[in-house]
């Protein structure tokens, strides 16, 4: 998801990746499908298979681990602020956690082609002998809209590469 607005007299784009589930609808998940494993395992313990208990009780636990990293992932954030001297980076979750400074005057973003249509383009900001990703978790349609209003607010952007392999479009008839 791309958000731009204004504040402080500069321009504030937000780069946040979407979001398919909460943070609660998540521990739903984890609940409902662990608790259903943990009964399968339940009855075939009873059953004599007594071994299977402790593989269910890690396949639980690894399932929920994974699912908290994903969850927290989609709740990442980059943030540009811009002005009229300089270009602010700044990464976090819920606070911030990393920030850089470019001169507006001296950085480059680059746009990096991908090899299959299919692919999202990457994104990077030059300056300062730095190199950094931005939007690495946008889809295509919102890394479009990022790179329409870099360009319209007449930020230097180049491009790198090509794309090589095209998807065959479906039609229906």
Not at 69 to 90: E, G
């Amino acid at each position: 998801m791309v958000l731009k607005d204004n504040f402080d007299n500069r321009i504030r784009i937000r780069l946040q990746p979407n979001r398919s589930a909460s943070w609660g609808q998540t521990k739903l998940l984890v609940t409902f499908l662990g608790g259903l494993c943990l009964m399968v395992a339940l009855f075939w313990s009873l059953a004599g298979a007594w071994l299977i208990l402790p593989f269910a009780g890690l396949e639980v636990g690894l399932f929920g681990w994974l699912a908290y990293r994903v969850c927290k992932d989609t709740y990442s954030q980059q943030m540009l602020l811009i002005d009229q001297r300089q270009i602010q980076v700044i990464w976090g979750y819920t606070r911030p956690t990393k920030q850089w400074q470019f001169d507006r005057q001296d950085c480059l973003f680059v746009i990096h082609l991908p090899h299959h249509s299919l692919s999202t383009q990457e994104l990077t900001i030059n300056g300062r002998g730095l190199c950094l990703p931005l939007g690495e978790r946008l889809n295509q349609q919102d890394m479009q809209t990022l790179l329409k209003l870099l360009r319209k607010l007449d930020l230097p952007c180049r491009t790198l590469g090509q794309t090589e392999v095209q998807a065959l479009e479906r039609t229906l008839d």
